[in-house]
């Protein structure tokens, strides 16, 4: 069965500071694709990286940083030197490969708090 | 066209009503997904259509609920009777083909009904 777990529910921090989401994933695919999605207070999910299963070099865009290991199921987001408008929930999603029709399995999302 | 439309962003209705949320995908995308989000969650599958085909359906989608996707262009997702515990954000997105694509979102119709 697939399945996205964020255990982190909520995160506050300080601007400036650095803060990793963390995602773990199962599924039975030996193909898959991994994302992740912000949702700021207007509602709308932006999306921010795709990784392949068969890829797991990390990567960085600015201040955005992600860890796939796929020794440990895992997806881990890092924003480095945070900033106010970071705050958002943040969401972590899966798609087999072998679902034709590519629906996405979300986790339940971490709502990070970015303070001044 | 920047962007997935949906209309109206915001739906009160009175339980037992009926009610019919509009998308607008990208207009190149062929697929296009509903999904539901209650407070605190992810967004949960609903279905999803190729085109004009509505080719998966989550158990989630009880009879009340009902998607077409006339011509393959905009789709509408109608809730019958409506109860308390529709009470959702309702999300659409839309993508090109294949595992290896991104989708995107639209801002949602938030549903209350009381």
């Known amino acids: 069965a697939q399945k996205v777990t964020q255990a982190q529910t909520e995160i506050s921090v300080v601007e400036k500071e650095d803060v990793t989401l963390d995602c773990v994933y199962e599924?039975?695919?030996?193909?898959?694709?991994l994302f992740w999605y912000k949702q700021p207070p207007s509602g709308e999910l932006v999306f921010l990286i795709r990784r392949n299963s068969f890829d797991e070099q990390n990567e960085i865009s600015g201040r955005y940083s992600w860890n796939f290991q796929k020794s440990t199921s895992s997806f881990n987001f890092t924003i480095t030197a945070s900033q106010v408008v970071d705050s958002a929930v943040y969401f972590c999603?899966?798609?087999?490969?072998?679902?034709?029709?590519?629906?996405?399995?979300f986790g339940q999302g971490t709502e990070l708090s970015v303070k001044p | 066209d920047t962007g997935v439309s949906q209309d109206p962003r915001h739906k009160i209705t009175k339980r037992g009503q009926n009610v019919t949320f509009r998308c607008d995908p990208i207009?190149?995308?062929?697929?296009l997904y509903w999904y539901r989000q209650t407070l605190g969650q992810g967004p949960e599958f609903l279905t999803y259509f190729q085109n004009e085909a509505q080719l998966e359906k989550s158990r989630l989608l009880s009879d009340r609920f009902s998607a077409e996707r006339p011509k393959g262009s905009f789709s509408t997702l109608e809730i019958q009777r409506t109860e308390q515990g529709d009470s959702a954000m309702y999300l659409c997105a839309s993508s090109s083909t294949g595992g290896n694509t991104e989708a995107f979102f639209g801002q949602g119709t938030r549903l209350t009904v009381v």
């Open positions: 207009s190149e995308h062929n697929r």
């Open positions: 999603a899966l798609r087999e490969a072998g679902n034709q029709g590519g629906k996405l399995i």
């Open positions: 599924t039975r695919d030996t193909t898959y694709y």
